[in-house]
Each structure stands twice: as structure tokens, then as C-alpha cells.
């Protein structure tokens, strides 16, 4: 949009801009209509907590899928029409740590976050683009390499979960927790990423998978993802670390938390539930 009148602006956070550079001039670019969008706490993180005043204004957004609507010249993999999902870490499939199959930060994609590089622009300034892809926004630029390509079937407005919070809690039981086959496991939170996490832990072969949310309305779809157990920690007079203990004879293999980790009292809790020599 051209028409400055039309910013929106909410704590310096620009989630309406004004122009997009030209392709011409960016040949690894694609234009994305980016069309359903995912609120994550991630976004939220940058609003409420980043206190440096250089990270503003910025454009935030991830968690979504869209249509490429063009190319630059030197795109090669994609064409319009296609429909993407935008990747919270670029890989550009050349550096050693996209390489490794113990990292995916890639060294290369890192460098086209900087401001200097963003492709969103108002007033002549230019707007910090959040990991590369900004997705609040009618349509955004990013490089080839912040880029997936799904089916052309896919629903957009199901696979924009596979952006960010379906990989963090699938990824936390199978990649960093790495759960086993035959193991017990606490998923404290039901919302996108704990039920990734509790499909991760059904995926590596848990035996026992114990969803534990304030809210019971969420357990029909967690026993559908593979959770076995639930929990509703305002069933309980006691600790629920201690219920957990008395419901797997001594306490849990793999404990995950999926939600706001700021909570200490949780963050406790799961310490707490976890078998001791379990992870």
C-alpha cells in the first residue's frame, strides 16, 4: 500500500506497512500473499519484551503460508502460484551447520536478517523484518531460502502450523528430549505445540503420555494426537508433580513443557514429576 495514512502502528510495531522494494532489484526474492497467519508467542516475546529501541519498528509475523505471487530473476525453485510456507530459520543447504543433522541455523541465512537487508520499506526507511519474512502484512519479500514449498492441495490454513509450533513440539520429543521407545512422558499444555509434542512422543514410541492442561475441553483432541492419560491440575488437592509420581510408580521418563515458561512455579513442577534417572 502507498498510502502512509493507512500505517497502523501498536508499541512501535509496525503490522501494517507501506512498500515493498522492487523484485528487480533482489534477484533471489520472492513476493509471498501470505494468507492465513498464526499468532505465536514469539511475536509476542519481541512486543512485550525486547526493550532495545534499534529491534523497532519492525514487521512481526511467522507462523504462516501463502502464495507466491513473483519471482526475481534469480529464484530457480519456485514459481507463482505455488504456495509456500515461510521458515522461521533459513536454510540455504550449503553451509556446514544447514549441512549437519545436529543444527539447522544456517551461517549464510543468518546475514539476510539484518536491517540492511530487509525488503519492507515506509516513508523511505526501512522496516526491521522479523527472521526474514514478516508475515503480518498483506505481502512480504523474502530470499528463496526462507522458503518451503508444500502441496498444491495443502490447506493454507492448516499447514501454517508447520512454521513454527508444530517442528517446536514435535522437535522437542523427538530431537532434543529424544524420547524412546517404551517410555513415559508429561506434556504440561494442549495448545499447537504441546499437541505436537504429545504426536512427537506417540511417534518415538511412548508407552504412556500424560496430558496435563487446566482445561479438560482439550483432551478428546490430545487422545487423538496419542496422549493415553489426562490430567486437570484443578482435580487435585495435591502437588501434581506428586499425582504424576503415584500415576507412573516414581515419576515420568520425559517431562515437556508447552507453556509460558515464565512460570517458575510450573517450571518446578516438572523438575519435580521427572523419574530420576529419567531425562
Known amino acids: 500500500m502507498e498510502d502512509s495514512s493507512l500505517l497502523l502502528s501498536c508499541k512501535q510495531t509496525i503490522i501494517f506497512f507501506g512498500t515493498l522494494i522492487d523484485l528487480v532489484s533482489y534477484g533471489y526474492g520472492l513476493k509471498i500473499h501470505p494468507t492465513p497467519n498464526a499468532l505465536c508467542y514469539s511475536d509476542l516475546y519481541c512486543l512485550f519484551k525486547v526493550v532495545e529501541k534499534d529491534f523497532f519498528p519492525i514487521v512481526l509475523g511467522h507462523e504462516a503460508a501463502g502464495i507466491v505471487e513473483s519471482v526475481g530473476p534469480g529464484v530457480t525453485e519456485f514459481q507463482p502460484g505455488d504456495k509456500v510456507i515461510p521458515l522461521y530459520l533459513p536454510q540455504c543447504g550449503e553451509c556446514r551447520f544447514c549441512e549437519s543433522p545436529k543444527t539447522n541455523q544456517s551461517r549464510i541465512g543468518s546475514k539476510e536478517m539484518a536491517l540492511a537487508n530487509s525488503r519492507l520499506t515506509c516513508n523511505g526507511h526501512k522496516l526491521r523484518q522479523f527472521m526474514d519474512i514478516s508475515t503480518f502484512s498483506e505481502y512480504t519479500v523474502t530470499h528463496q531460502m526462507s522458503v518451503a514449498k508444500v502441496d498444491p492441495d495443502a490447506p493454507l490454513d492448516k499447514v501454517c502450523l508447520l512454521g513454527c509450533g508444530v517442528p517446536t513440539g514435535y522437535g522437542a520429543a523427538v530431537n532434543t528430549a529424544k524420547v524412546e521407545p517404551g517410555s513415559t512422558c508429561a506434556v504440561f499444555g494442549l495448545g ?29 483432541k490430545a487422545r487423538e494426537f496419542g496422549a493415553t492419560d489426562f490430567v486437570n491440575p484443578k482435580d487435585y488437592d495435591e502437588p501434581i508433580s506428586q499425582v504424576l509420581m503415584e500415576m507412573t510408580g516414581g515419576g515420568v521418563d520425559y517431562s515437556l513443557e508447552c507453556v509460558d515458561s515464565q512460570f517458575r512455579e510450573l517450571s518446578e513442577t516438572i523438575s519435580r ?7
Do not use: Q, R, T, Y
Not at 273 to 279: A, P, Q, S
Open 273 to 279: 514429576c521427572v523419574f530420576v534417572c529419567g531425562f
Open 192 to 220: 499447537a505445540v504441546g499437541l505436537a509434542a504429545v504426536m512427537g512422543c506417540k511417534a518415538a514410541g511412548a508407552k504412556m503420555i500424560i496430558a496435563v492442561d487446566i482445561n479438560p475441553d482439550k483432551f478428546e
